[in-house]
């Protein structure tokens, strides 16, 4: 019987001691320099960086306003806008939204927005904004305070080219 106990301490003391030379292994192999040594020979010449060839692809143009795309092409741009007013003066203000979107290229006749107001007079929780693209579709946002961060999509028009459900502002400024 003793020298079953006696084994059973060795298997564990030995799985200890296998298990911390792997930990100072792991440890020494994450405090090596992070740079390689050099495997050329020490007399080899750095060749010069070579300057971004012609056809090097550039960074990816900014959104822009595709008249003739469709909503999803215009949603990126849509998104832009909306984000710039979003970290503006004035982030939850109806006419604010309506006057970038104009302003961006958006036809203010095909918009539609939420009054910024409850019917109480008190701030609005959350505004949506829209604007109709072509017969199908709208280009939406929501944004406020029970929002977050500025929501974005493109859904499908509804009756009568209507993109929003509810009362919206007469847009008559």
């Given at each position: 019987m003793i020298r079953n106990s006696t084994m059973r301490r060795r298997r564990p003391l030995s799985s200890v001691a296998v298990a911390a030379?792997?930990?100072?292994?792991?440890?020494?192999?994450?405090?090596?320099?992070?740079?390689a040594p050099s495997?050329?020979?020490?007399?080899?010449?750095?060749?010069?960086e070579a300057s971004p060839s012609p056809s090097a692809p550039e960074a990816p143009a900014a959104p822009a306003l595709q008249p003739e795309g469709t909503a999803a092409d215009n949603l990126p741009f849509f998104t832009t806008?909306?984000?710039?007013?979003?970290?503006?003066?004035?982030p939850v203000s109806s006419r604010a939204y309506v006057d970038a979107l104009t302003a961006a290229g958006f036809a203010?006749?095909?918009?539609?927005?939420?009054?910024d107001t409850s019917t109480v007079g008190n701030p609005a929780e959350s505004l949506q904004f829209s604007v109709r693209?072509?017969?199908?579709?709208?280009?939406?946002?929501?944004?406020?305070?029970?929002?977050?961060?500025?929501?974005?999509t493109v859904m499908s028009q509804l009756a009568e080219g209507r993109c929003l459900v509810g009362e919206t502002l007469p847009i008559d400024w």
């Open positions: 030379a792997l930990m100072g292994t792991l440890v020494l192999a994450g405090c090596t320099s992070p740079e495997t050329a020979p020490p007399s080899a010449s750095v060749a010069p806008v909306v984000q710039q007013v979003w970290t503006g003066p004035e203010r006749e095909a918009m539609q927005v939420t009054p693209w072509g017969e199908k579709e709208c280009l939406v946002g929501q944004v406020g305070p029970s929002t977050g961060e500025p929501v974005t």
